[in-house]
């Protein structure tokens, strides 16, 4: 066999496993190009943790609660945003104030300086004085405040023991109190605590339940359960086990509760 013969018999077998190799490839499913139009990656392509991936149909069907997470940071995001605008404007209010009584005081003391009343002079020198202290005053309040917390928070923080113990309930409280303030800006810090305690006791019932005096006998606690799973579906709706981890993690950061998440994983499912 000549050498041109072999060069051309190798190029026909690298032509043949080339073929063989674009053939294997799968060609992807509707929902599968569906998924990668939506930010989806195949097995092949993904970079993260093996557990957490989840397959086409799993990510289409959760991708409006990634969308609802995705809403619910930036919310935050802008609530934050407005707060720290919210208290720049107050603190350039202050010293705009502060700073035109200073420049009326001294217009006032070239005038007495003019005409030569020493009283008025010794009384404008006082309430520049006055001025200036209560300015500085008030700086090293607000210092103070930024750098320990407020009384009523304390003694509100010694009552809601939940606040310190469970970081799941304090990012939740922290975000309802933030949220509430700025679009009540009005309202008393005092208010705003009753406020989100109520509003994290309505979100979490569970975590403030006395298990011994909600106890019930075992016929009544079967009854009961079983009446309850019959109304709302919720208690007895079956989950995939990435559903489960995916609905115990928005529990646990505080994004939605079970009974939201199984709400909106129904309503996805078209149920």
């Known amino acids: 066999m000549s ?26 499913s509707q929902v599968e190009q569906k ?15 093996e557990d957490d991936f989840i397959d086409a149909t ?21 609530t934050r945003k407005a707060l720290k605008a919210l208290q720049e404007h107050h603190t350039r209010v202050k010293e705009a104030e502060y700073q035109n009584a200073l420049k009326q005081l001294r217009a006032e003391k070239k005038t007495a300086l003019e005409e030569g009343d020493a009283d008025r002079l010794i009384e404008i020198d006082e309430q520049m004085a006055e ?16 750098a320990q917390p407020h009384p009523n928070f304390v003694q509100w923080v010694g009552k809601n023991q939940w606040y ?39 979100l979490y019932p569970e975590n ?19 009446g309850s799973e019959r109304k709302d579906g919720i208690s007895d709706y079956p989950l995939t086990d990435e559903e489960r981890k995916v609905m ?13 998440y199984i709400k909106d994983l129904k309503s996805v499912k078209g149920e």
């Not at 001025?131 to 930024?146: D, G, M, V, Y």
């Not at 403030?208 to 079983?226: D, H």
Request: cysteine-free; hydrophobic content about 30%.
């Open 3 to 28: 050498e041109e013969q072999v060069v051309t018999n190798e190029q026909q077998v690298e032509t043949s496993e080339g073929n063989t190799e674009q053939q294997a490839a799968p060609e992807l």
């Open 35 to 49: 998924a990668l139009e939506m930010g989806w990656r195949p097995k092949s392509d993904f970079e993260g943790d």
């Open 58 to 78: 799993e990510f289409v069907r959760r991708k409006p609660l990634f969308e609802k997470i995705d809403h619910v940071g930036k919310e935050l995001r802008e």
């Open 131 to 146: 001025a200036k202290a209560a300015e500085a005053s008030q700086r090293t309040q607000q210092q103070q405040q930024a």
């Open 164 to 202: 310190q113990s469970d970081a799941e309930l304090r990012s939740v409280a922290d975000q309802i109190g933030t949220a509430y303030a700025v679009k009540n800006p009005d309202t008393s810090p005092d208010d705003v605590l009753k406020y989100v305690e109520q509003r994290v006791r309505k």
């Open 208 to 226: 403030f339940r006395n298990p011994n005096k909600e106890r019930p006998s075992a016929v009544e606690g079967r009854t009961q359960n079983q």
């Open 248 to 260: 115990q993690t928005f529990v646990r950061q505080g994004i939605m509760t079970k009974e939201q």
